[in-house]
C-alpha cells in the first residue's frame, strides 16, 4: 500500500527545513526514505513545483532560499 502523498510530501518538506544542506537525487531519495523511484520522483517534483525545492542541472534538489 503507497502511503498517502500528501503525508509524504509534509514528511519530506520537514526533513529539508531540519537539514537546510540537504542535496538528493530522486535515487538518493529511494534508499534515504524507502520509498519507490516513482513515489519518491512525485514527492519531489511537487516541493519543486510549489518552489520549495530547486532543481540542480544534475538532478539534485535542494531547499530554495527563504524569501
Known amino acids: ?7 509524504l510530501i509534509q514528511r519530506i518538506q520537514e526533513e529539508f527545513d531540519e537539514a ?3 542535496q ?12 519507490d523511484a516513482e513515489t519518491c520522483a512525485e514527492v519531489l517534483v511537487a ?3 510549489t518552489g520549495f525545492l ?6 539534485r534538489y ?3 532560499p527563504a524569501i
Open 1 to 7: 500500500m503507497k502511503p498517502a502523498i500528501d503525508v
Open 20 to 22: 537546510p544542506g540537504l
Open 24 to 35: 538528493i537525487t530522486v535515487e538518493e531519495g529511494v534508499r534515504f526514505w524507502a520509498l
Open 47 to 49: 516541493l519543486h513545483e
Open 54 to 59: 530547486i532543481r540542480t542541472q544534475d538532478g
Open 62 to 64: 535542494h531547499r530554495a
